[in-house]
């Protein structure tokens, strides 16, 4: 499972809120209700992130093993 907590601990640090994604960078309210949920998003998005934060994407996302992970779902 990809997982953003990272992402909410980098914004805070950068003094950058949900708030200022949505109004002054045009990040969408729904992506920031799929990365609060861990679902799916598109690569363009996280680069954009990295972008505005000025960070690495290790910064704002990592990959937690599922016990459901297998190489039979791959």
């Known amino acids: 499972m ?4 990272k992402l909410w601990i980098t914004m805070e640090k950068r003094g950058i809120s949900q708030y200022d994604l ?3 960078y045009g990040i ?3 992506l920031l209700d799929r990365l609060r949920h861990n679902k799916n998003i598109e ?6 992130l990295c972008t505005i ?3 690495d994407l290790c910064d704002i996302a990592e990959y937690i ?5 297998t190489d039979q779902n791959l």
């Open 43 to 48: 690569t363009f998005t996280l680069n954009k």
């Open 22 to 24: 949505y109004m002054n």
């Open 2 to 5: 990809i997982c953003y907590d």
């Open 53 to 55: 934060l000025n960070c």
């Open 65 to 69: 093993p599922d016990e459901t992970d």
């Open 28 to 30: 969408h309210r729904f």
